[in-house]
């Protein structure tokens, strides 16, 4: 998940892995189908068939303090984000030309009507 300013300025950036948890659960001496299989991953990471999954991300985002009068408030750097979402296949765990986007998503907030500080 990566935001820019609508300047294309990175403001965040962050992932999250899904893994499934190898078939030989790390044990025994057996390579199985590669190293990942033998990667002693043991916790089920992975996203199963038509599920669907919540993620949160807090987004701090730039702003700066301004003094009118006695009084200090925050003003936001730029009133526009642009949000875009990216999920990868990444079969061998690298992109290595093997990977392939199965879901994409950008979408434009508008923080000025849409945010309120507390």
Known sequence: MTAKTIDDEEVYK???????????????KEMG???YEKSGILRETSIGPLARVHETF??????EDVAKG????RELLNDELVVSVVLWYVPFGEFDGSEVVFYEE???LDLKTEWIWR
Not at 14 to 27: A, D
């Open 14 to 28: 962050e992932q999250k892995i899904y893994m499934p948890f190898p078939g030989r659960f790390g044990r025994g």
């Open 33 to 35: 189908r590669g190293p």
């Open 58 to 63: 807090e987004i701090t985002y730039p702003f």
């Open 70 to 73: 006695d009084a200090t408030r």
């Open 106 to 108: 950008e979408k434009k």
